[in-house]
């Protein structure tokens, strides 16, 4: 598929500008590379926004997650691109694809072009990293990778199921999964929710995904069993898939440490076990895209959240390198 | 005695509407039921809000804490009535009690009415969960369980001892305990403090409760020996008592997880040892009176802490039943 | 040298006024000694403040830090002086140096006149307890701390490294490490960077330090290896050192703890971490000064980040003092 889609469909992220005083201090800024003038070579790894929030407003929730690619961006951006000595090498490319245009555009529409999108960025061996929008952000990408793979596995990590029916209006951002399992064109093997709280999913959802052959893997077992363990059953359950997507919801950690978000929950994650979630499933060879979804500048506190998940971001561009380097 | 005077004391919560697309999709306001409607029939749980900040003013701390009950209550209403497959029972009653009155009343008047309403929904054979309220809310819920009870616990979890002398103008919210224990009419067998910080409590107000048998476990030892270890020995202490009153101070957890409170402590419980705690603590037989206290709206972000609170509050209602369950 | 300079340099922090009720609850102000009053008998430490925020302009951060002393001095002044039933002594002394001037004065005049105090108080026997300011708070306590030290060793808990090159400017709140290494005066032995993150820290300064024998721990190191293993090895890391400086850097903390910092990190470490880390540094012998820097109370939450700070202090003074009845 034509990689002309993406300049086609998509706006540079606003400019960012960082002030450094010495020239080896060196940030991820420094690896962005427009996808306009990527040669192919090299380690690399796509970046895409979508600016939406439509599917929250039809969800009934608060509109804001349109303004996340860019907070997330500008944020990692500015993140130093080393862990102790080890840093980002030089071939390393951060394929720079911008943000979708959505303006004037149903939902519908948007996710047509996303999928499109990314998957022509998977066909040209890309890994793909894709900041969202509503949690609806996810479901286009499931099926850009299931349609390059033959069993596909989704991870969600989140605070809820994200399994409701879809309203009179169409998708939305609480029903991407249930409309992943219904699409009969997808090679759908498992989908494994993480993180899932009590009293913030319905006992029918929770039915709905176990009926199926699905996984609910809920806060409180997780930490009855240990993230270590659960995340070694994940592994298992996913064993088979050739195609693996990570889905973030920033909502699964506790608000404490991301306010900024559409669904705040006042428990959940801790930045180190999202961290040590997403260095597992990410290092998973099959894993080829990756979602932070839901983050909510018009809640987030001092950039707190926005931060957090470029952080997480950071992380998922590492894992992915350093597994590329791995096999290499 | 009468449940009559809960209608003649209080009204009703400000009605919560929640937007819903799925039948199934079960909600506490599912199971809310007046006290008026109740017919005495299936496990219940009684449900009463008591918006007074009045101690806390002569305590003399930060107004607030009155808009508590109608907040947590509004939380709690839109929580799913389940966890993981399992939801709470279609018989199953949270007979809403609505508010206490309290405009133009002294804070001595509200305490002798609600210690009335509370004595009359335990008479009625019900379990009973308030919303406070400065931390002066406990006082009438205790001696509202002593009046049925031979050998009456006390477990407070709080960043502080609340056994400071009345003042002047009487009771505060700093106060309850040492009235308690200063109440020869109430026949109470031993007090457990958990979760005391240091340089937040005085060491005077230590040696008063351990000299008269209580215990204070603070947040350093717990530390040192693990909640799960502490939550077995409070189990033995509080073994012999037959009436057991649980006050969850929100200002026992870290203020980042609940910055609206009267008296933030910048350490403290997390929201997941605090739900280690009711489930523990709860679950014992003896456990009849719930409070959540302290919570104050002015200082919240987002609704952070009045979610929390609404969590907590689920929590103890889940274990409650969960518990008549195993019983019956 | 005469601690005349305290009071030429210095003005009294703020009055801070406390609401009590029973003569036995003290609190940190009633330990508050002018240093022009203090007798130089019984166990003491020496409390400056340092506003100012130069150093985090020059380094291009957000200003603030200037309000951070008056701000953890007046959250001090009302923590109860004890632990448990533990009270500090009667005869133990919190000698309040005041706040140094510094309107009208560069950052060089502030860092030459904070060495000339801090050595002076160390002359006269104290322990000192510095409230910054920017990191750069950091480098005159060192300095006078080598000065009477043969092998100094330092302990840096921060999210970054701070051993950026001054600017044209001078010192900055990015260099105070880098300054120390590389003042031939000093007798270093060995800087000790505890907590550092992730994607914070370029990597040519972690190998500036590891170059010249100094360690870091990152804190992904620390929670593979543990905290408990860290402190121990720190220990031995500075067995040979003489004179040890601990500098706490606020933006250690995660910001949901700590928001109110020049710089803050979403993930680090919590206040119980922190809490472990001051009573295990603090208690070794050598630990003649500590400071707490970085906090910008422009940007904090309700006093979150100043009343942790707070707490810290405190922790700070009952170490030093717990050590001292033990050697004494």
Known sequence: MDLGVVSEYCV????????????????????????????????????????????????????????????????????AASRGTAMLPASFSLVDCGMMRTEGLSLEHIHARQQQIVTALLGAGLRVLVLGGGHDTALPNARALASCSKRLGVVNVDAHLDVRVPTAEGSHSGSPFRELIEDETVSLHRIVELGTQSFAASAHHVRFLLE?????????????????????????????????????????????????????????????????????????????????????????????????????????????????????
């Open 12 to 79: 540079p992220f606003p400019a960012v500008h960082i002030h450094r005083t010495e020239a080896e201090d060196r940030r991820f800024v420094d690896y962005l590379c427009p996808l306009s003038e990527w040669m192919g070579n090299g380690p690399a790894v796509a970046l895409l926004g979508v600016p939406s929030d439509e599917g929250v407003r039809r969800n009934g929730g608060r509109p804001g997650a349109a303004g996340s690619p860019a907070a997330i961006y500008a944020a990692l951006a500015r993140l």
């Open 212 to 328: 199926r052959g699905h996984v609910v893997w809920t806060l409180d077992t997780i930490r009855t069993v240990s993230l270590e363990h659960v995340l070694g059953a994940i592994a298992t359950e996913l064993a088979e898939c050739d195609g693996i997507h990570l889905s973030l919801d920033m909502d699964a950690i506790a608000s404490a440490y991301a306010p900024g978000v559409s669904a705040p929950a006042s428990d959940g994650f801790s930045p180190a076990d999202c961290a040590q979630i997403i260095e597992r499933i990410v290092a998973l060879p099959a894993c080829r895209v990756v979602d932070i979804v839901e983050l909510n500048p018009l809640y987030d506190v001092d950039n707190r959240t926005a931060r957090l998940a470029a952080y997480f971001a950071a992380l998922v561009i590492w894992t992915f390198l350093h597994r590329a380097e791995q096999c290499h």
